[in-house]
């Protein structure tokens, strides 16, 4: 798929956050070497970091959404602009699946209280459980990780504005270890979440001798129980691999059909 859809014309791009620290934004202009390049060839028409600027009128060829969706305003900017672009990119963890915001989804109210007291300043609106960009709508590309890799960002462009015949990496992260030769962290009694995260990072935690944390979410092709039935084997514990999985996943389908399958 190609957003840009006339020939020779400036692809027109917005850059939104929601709920999130603005890392994934950041890490864009880390990108230094390519920066200038990448902004050479599309028309930045609003970029909520870098400017107060309001938002523009009319349709644009790619939006690009950090963050995840925690309040009924969030949402209806979501929904508004996916009506607005030609294609959506969900840009890090937050924004692919719901990301460290997600943690407060049990107990929300309680969550939000343990904070403000009992006066919930108006400026948070009216909350939702923090969820991913692509449970509201259709999400056309995603950039992963906490925080996302600039090379990634750079390439996933790349793709939605020019297109591409790359397949997009499904397996878990114990393939990359394998073909780095990294030595296996469970070993050492680590809860490394390499057995069920989506690989493409090059498994670079694992080889700077720091177990996964999952942040680039559960692969499609992940086993869970067949995960959670290795980790009750060794001295971790499927109740300590369910909890590390909760930092990035916890509003992932997947690990509520694994809770309701146990009851």
Request: some cysteine; hydrophobic content about 40%; proline content about 4%.
């Amino acid at each position: 798929m190609e957003c840009q859809t006339k020939r020779n014309a400036t692809p027109r791009v917005v850059v939104l956050g929601l709920a999130s620290c603005f890392g994934c934004q950041l890490q864009i202009t880390n990108a230094e070497s390519h920066l200038l390049e990448i902004l050479g060839q599309i028309d930045v028409q609003y970029w909520q970091m870098a400017s107060s600027a309001p938002e523009p009128e009319g349709d644009v060829d790619v939006v690009i959404i950090e963050g995840a969706v925690s309040t009924v305003e969030s949402r209806e900017i979501v929904e508004r602009w996916r009506k607005r672009a030609k294609c959506l990119i969900a840009m890090g963890a937050c924004a692919v699946c719901g990301g460290i915001p997600s943690i407060a989804a049990h107990h929300l109210d309680e969550r939000a209280k343990s904070v403000y007291g009992d006066a919930l300043p108006s400026a948070c609106g009216e909350m939702l459980v923090p969820q991913p960009v692509s449970s509201v709508v259709d999400v056309d590309f995603e950039v992963r990780a906490c925080p996302i890799d600039p090379a990634d960002f750079v390439a996933v462009m790349q793709h939605a504005i020019y297109g591409s015949n790359a397949t997009v990496q499904t397996g878990t992260l114990c393939g990359s270890c394998k073909r780095n030769e990294s030595g296996c962290l469970w070993r050492e009694g680590k809860v490394c979440l390499g057995l069920v995260t989506q690989e493409g990072c090059g498994a670079k935690c694992v080889q700077l001798g720091r177990e996964c944390n999952g942040c680039r979410g559960l692969s499609a092709n992940a086993n869970l129980s067949a995960a959670r039935a290795f980790a009750e084997s060794t001295s971790v514990g499927a109740a300590r691999f369910d909890e590390a999985l909760e930092l990035f996943n916890l509003v992932n389908p997947m690990l509520s059909s694994i809770s309701e399958g146990e009851e």
